[in-house]
């Protein structure tokens, strides 16, 4: 099975998931691989071959709707030639070399910065989220001389220690402590499960003011950042009010803390506009982005003011670098993935069809009592599901197991694990297929229940 498919066929499904050739491929890669793939990789089993669009196909000729963009990586859509293509010509060219500037990375730099405002245009670059996280905690150390960093509970910022230590509560930091000190965490703004018990229409966003608190009670007066997604992510599609995020803003001006606003899930359209930041109003001191910039080749960023990058130990010749860092392969992705972004066609559709989305996954939300809420904005859409509507009392592995299985029968890849399932497909994806996808999960719902 190889050659392009027509990714408008999915959900198309002919064999069991996995197929006969899933399972064969899936026995060879586990006799070597560590047993630890994720939950959704270990119950589907299925071997992955190409991807086109909002589809991806198996090793059987299966076609699923991709409902979640890889790890929220796919935005434009799966091997976008032309990212393909420009990979390609540059690696003819010059596979790596080491922080030296090439044309493709002042390329990348100058389409980056067309999309950020005046205070963010510096930028240094990495490949991989938890690395752009580390370095945003030593740059904030170093440009502050502080070291406490406050972020919140339910946060993701990746599996390395000085990132993990900013994860408040996660069972996944369990049993890699101690963590880095000076970790300060927050209760988060989730009106779904409100840390005071009220409801967002009369609330004034008290949940700001617990913020306040934590950094009374528990800083010594060392407050080197204020780390936030502007919409929590892995931790389920938590989205901050505009107004917690300004309350972030000043509390960071009031104490020479940098705002580092991490979108390396919520960058790229994830939430409608280009960064998620634009939505709030609010402009952080330093942007964390990964993910989706070069549509699936490594890359991540800070983006600050020179000054910022400029000061301190940060600023010595060398402190930035790392081995693959800035490299010239993820430039030329990044720019022809910024490129095809450019002219806002993709964003619009991402926004569009996300709203038609939401509005499916609420009208089904009423017919499945296990659907405790249903959120999101543009393509980062999430359905929360509860075993008590009123107790709101998480489902459990087995439940969104069953979920996920019954999906992906029906052509449908989700790849998170949680009971907060996440929806986050290619900004591309057709209403039709979004809509097949929407119509599997209703029908998957009603089979778990
Ligand atoms: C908001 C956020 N920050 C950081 C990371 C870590 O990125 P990576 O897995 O590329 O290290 C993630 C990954 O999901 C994320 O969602």
């Not at 691989?33 to 991806?56: E, K, M, Y």
């Not at 967002?200 to 008290?206: F, N, T």
Request: include cysteine.
């Amino acid at each position: 099975m190889s050659g392009p498919f027509d990714p408008e066929l999915a959900p198309l499904v002919r064999t069991a998931v996995p197929g006969p050739r899933s399972e064969e491929l899936w026995a060879r890669d586990a006799a070597h691989h560590a047993s630890n793939s994720s939950p959704a990789a270990q119950w589907l089993r299925l071997v992955l071959q190409d991807g086109q669009g909002a589809a991806v196909r198996d090793v059987d000729g299966n076609l699923f709707v991709d409902f979640s963009s890889g790890a929220v990586v796919a935005n434009i859509g799966h091997a976008p030639p032309a990212v393909a293509r420009a990979v390609a010509e540059e690696a003819g060219r010059l596979m790596h070399y080491f922080d030296f500037a090439t044309p493709a990375r002042a390329a990348f730099f100058e389409a980056l910065a067309a999309t950020l405002p005046p205070a963010l245009q510096t930028f240094q670059m990495y490949s991989t989220g938890a690395e752009a996280v580390e370095a945003a905690l030593r740059l904030a150390k170093s440009y502050t001389g502080n070291y406490e960093v406050l972020s919140f509970h339910q946060a993701w910022h990746g599996r390395t220690l000085g990132a993990m230590s900013a994860m408040g509560g996660f069972p996944m930091k369990t049993g890699y402590g101690p963590f880095a000190p000076g970790a300060l965490h927050a209760p988060n703004a989730n009106c779904y499960r409100c840390p005071l018990d009220l409801t967002p229409d009369r609330c004034g966003v008290a949940c700001a003011g617990l913020a306040d608190r934590v950094v009374a009670q528990s800083s010594e007066g060392r407050l080197a950042a204020v780390l936030v997604e502007p919409v929590q992510g892995v931790g389920g599609v938590v989205p901050f009010p505009p107004a917690f995020l300004a309350h972030l803003r000043d509390l960071c001006d009031r104490t020479g803390a940098l705002l580092i606003f991490d979108e390396i899930l919520t960058g790229v359209g994830r939430t409608g506009p280009m960064w998620a930041f634009e939505t709030s109003g609010v402009v952080p001191d330093v942007l964390l982005a990964g993910k989706g910039l070069a549509s699936g080749y490594p890359i991540s960023l800070i983006a600050s003011r020179r000054e910022v990058l400029d000061t301190g130990p940060f600023g010595r010749p060398g402190a930035g670098a790392s081995t693959f860092a800035s490299g010239n392969l993820a430039c030329a992705a990044g720019v022809a993935t910024l490129g095809l972004l450019a002219d806002g066609d993709i964003l619009a559709n991402g926004r569009r069809v996300g709203t038609v989305m939401l509005a499916a996954l609420r009208e089904l939300a009423g017919r499945h009592p296990i659907v405790g809420d249903v959120r999101g904005a543009g393509m980062l859409l999430a359905v929360e599901l509860v075993a008590d509507r009123v107790a709101k009392t998480p489902v459990g592995p087995a439940t969104v197991r069953r979920l996920l299985e019954a999906l992906a029968r029906r052509g449908v890849l989700v790849a998170g694990a949680g009971p907060v399932v996440r929806i986050t497909p290619p900004l591309v994806i057709s209403e039709r297929m979004a809509l097949a996808g929407v119509q599997a999960l209703d029908q998957a719902l009603a089979e778990v229940a």
